[in-house]
């Protein structure tokens, strides 16, 4: 079971990097994605079932003989994971969103890989001369899209529109839309097979079951966002290094490293994980583990491919010091504006994996030189290290006592004061609440678990710096310390559950498996203080419901609840009012509309929207949009006052009343809120 849990996350890296080279190229096409991207699945497939040692675990369960590495997965165990994994799958699928227009990032994934679908690029013609050609007032971006000259280039990595796009040749929309819940259902798989590998399989459904019933996860699984096939890699990825690392398989690593790296096609805040992959090669260098230059290599590996460069093998640290660079290259080439925008965050983080990355290459070299090979940090060093870790997570739980988080002034801080009156609290608009980041954990999966969790990150630190559990301590050197810098610095806009997307990717896996690991240990404890049988079996049930129980419990009020419906069907039933040859002009005072893209990839028309609307810029451009052969079509988003006072012959033609997500700010949402999709057209006399 170890080795089909890893092998989707596998095959999904080697369709991303077998096709990338088809997107740079601007060929995404169907027959000839099919063909390398099976090709590429095939070939990590096939590396998994080779070379994946079947049904063994890192530590022996208590059912297993002393000296055995072999734990058979009771065939309960793994119907039970299949059931987790196939109903957070269903639940995704069947609950799935339909927003389409773009309000958030949702509708900016979905845009992009229905354009990517279409048209086998990213890069998306303005088509300015059906407006009389460029002008100093017309505007191509909008919300999620950037203007790049007379183009227009999604804001995001184009790895999860490469998932997404061939659902919607399967199934237009709904194909679409569909595909994160399988992704989402992969994913608690992936970590299902983990939690087996490293704890034991009786513990799998368990720690798969924690995961899926976060509604974080489930809300995700219903959205186009990233966080889902991050997640799926990332998991994937680790069982995978665990397993080459006990095997003592080089090919298996370099697979592992490509799984990881690829992340960074999906998600560029994946270059936090690789960071921390960076001291955990590190250390295994130091160790001798015989995979450490492999998987390190693999990682370049993933990440140079990202930019369509040629594969990268060589050391650890001269691979891991590539993918630095390669991600860099990455967000530059597909997204430049984007990353322009979060220059902030990542520049200190890619200086902090430079210096990590040459630190890690020096201290190596030079224990090497001296022919020093230790073991673990010592008994003193390693009890320390567990001390720090739960004081660091118990500074994170007390931020709230010490600090008020503030951020400069931004697009955000309107939205966030105008929330704050909504809620009666104190208007401040420069609040981020990441203070309160550890409580969103609690929120969702409950301050036992939490508890238990942070507990156990110290045990499981001091066991692997003492040398022990090297498999489980890598695991969570990557998880725990990319959900501490999460949980420092959110970076979102702090509405929930918006801002919750940000625990899905490894915050929510890294509680959930410390807690099972936790659970765990308790069980051999009392298995071997000999309390007997019902004694265990009621610890267990106790334990279980600890861990599931408030998570039950705080999705139940949004586990069914589904977003933005009826947008598809507004968004068709505008295509059906354009005529054949219409260009598009958007007249709101608030220029970046969000119907601009959604508009542009359906009707397959020009749209463009107007600086500075007036009745004199609105005749002119309507009078070159007629000259150049196009039937000009006014629109409007707003409540139709603008459009009206410009052409009183305009006509509504979407009002939609749907929900959406709530949006709280101080404690945890319970229930959707109304949202109200409308657009106004008209078309002006030549």
């Given amino acids: 079971m170890t080795r089909w849990s890893a092998l989707p996350g596998a095959a999904v890296a080697g369709w991303l990097l077998a096709t990338l080279p088809l997107l740079l190229a601007g060929a995404w096409h169907p027959v000839p994605v099919v063909l390398l991207g099976l090709s590429g699945a095939g070939a990590a497939g096939w590396v998994v079932v080779r070379h994946v040692p079947s049904g ?53 994934y979905a845009n992009s890989a229905r354009w990517l679908a279409a048209h086998g690029s990213m890069e998306i013609p303005g088509r300015l001369a059906a407006f009389g050609g460029p002008s100093p007032e017309l505007n191509l971006d909008s919300p999620g899209f950037f203007e790049v000259g007379d183009d227009v280039v999604p804001q995001f990595m184009p790895g999860l529109p490469m998932l997404l796009a061939p659902g919607w040749w399967l199934g237009g929309w709904t194909g679409l839309l569909v595909t994160p819940g399988l992704l989402m259902g992969l ?33 995700v699984a219903r959205q186009t966002l990233s966080e889902g096939a991050s997640m799926l890699l990332l998991l994937s990825g680790l069982s995978l290094l665990v397993l080459a690392a006990d095997a003592r398989s080089r090919r298996l690593a370099m697979l592992a490293g490509l799984v990881l790296g690829s992340a960074c096609l999906v998600r560029i805040d994946a270059l936090r994980e690789v960071l921390l992959l960076v001291a955990v090669l590190g250390w295994w260098a130091l160790r ?145 609440y990441s203070e309160h980041s550890l409580s969103w954990v609690s929120w969702w999966l409950g301050w036992p678990l939490v508890g238990l ?6 045990w499981v630190v001091w066991r692997a710096a003492s040398g022990r559990r090297p498999g489980l301590g890598a695991v969570v050197t990557v998880l725990l310390g990319s959900a501490v810098m999460t949980l420092a610095r959110p970076a979102i806009t702090p509405d929930h559950p918006w801002a919750d997307r940000r625990l899905v990717p490894t915050v929510l896996p890294a509680f959930a498996l410390l807690a099972v690991v936790g659970l765990a240990e308790l069980l051999r404890l009392a298995a071997s203080r000999d309390v007997g049988r019902r004694g265990r079996a009621l610890l267990a049930a106790f334990g279980v419901a600890l861990l599931l129980g408030p998570a039950l419990v705080a999705s139940a009020s949004l586990a069914l609840e589904r977003t933005e419906v009826g947008q598809r069907a507004a968004l068709q039933r505008v295509c059906r009012a354009l005529p054949a040859d219409a260009a598009v002009l958007f007249v709101d005072v608030e220029p970046r509309s969000q119907w601009l893209q959604a508009i542009r990839g359906e009707c397959g028309v020009p749209v463009a929207s107007l600086l500075r609307p007036s009745a004199e810029r609105v005749d002119d451009v309507a009078a070159r949009t007629w000259a150049a052969g196009y039937t000009p079509v006014l629109a409007s988003a707003d409540d139709g006052a603008g459009i009206l006072a410009l052409d009183d012959g305009a006509v509504q033609v979407v009002d939609l009343v749907t929900r959406q997500h709530g949006r709280t700010l101080t404690h945890r949402p319970t229930r959707t809120w109304q949202l109200r999709n409308r657009l106004w057209i008209a078309v002006p006399p030549r």
């Avoid at 200086?351 to 073991?375: F, I, K, M, Y």
């Avoid at 969790?453 to 110290?458: F, K, P, S």
């Fill in 453 to 458: 969790a942070v507990v156990t990150a110290g």
């Fill in 288 to 432: 001798r583990r015989h995979v450490a230059g492999s998987a390190g290599a693999g990682l370049a590996a993933g990440a140079g491919l990202a930019v369509g460069r040629r594969h990268v093998a060589g050391s650890a640290g001269a691979g891991l010091a590539v993918a630095t660079v390669a991600s860099v290259v990455a967000a530059f080439l597909v997204s430049r504006p984007y990353l322009e925008e979060i220059r902030g965050s990542v520049l200190p983080l890619l200086a902090a994996l430079a210096l990590g990355s040459l630190l890690t290459l020096v201290v190596v070299a030079v224990a090497r030189r001296r022919g020093s090979t230790p073991r673990g940090l010592g008994p003193r060093w390693a009890a320390v290290a567990g001390v720090v870790t739960v004081g660091v997570l118990l500074v994170l739980a007390l931020r709230p006592l010490l600090l008020t988080a503030r951020q400069p002034a931004s697009k955000a801080t309107k939205d966030i004061a105008r929330l704050q009156r909504f809620e009666g609290i104190r208007v401040d608009g420069a609040r981020t």
């Fill in 187 to 219: 994913a608690v798989l992936a970590f299902g097979g983990l939690v087996g590998r490293l704890v034991g399989p009786p513990m799998a459904p368990l720690g798969a079951g924690v995961l899926a019933a976060a509604f974080p996860v489930l809300d």
């Fill in 56 to 108: 063994s675990v890192e530590a022996p369960w208590p059912d297993v003989p002393s000296g055995s590495d072999e734990a058979p997965w009771p065939r309960w165990a793994v119907w039970l994971l299949l059931a987790v994994a196939a109903g957070t799958a269903v639940l995704g699928a069947a609950t799935h969103s339909e927003q389409v227009i773009v309000v958030r990032d949702g509708g900016t």
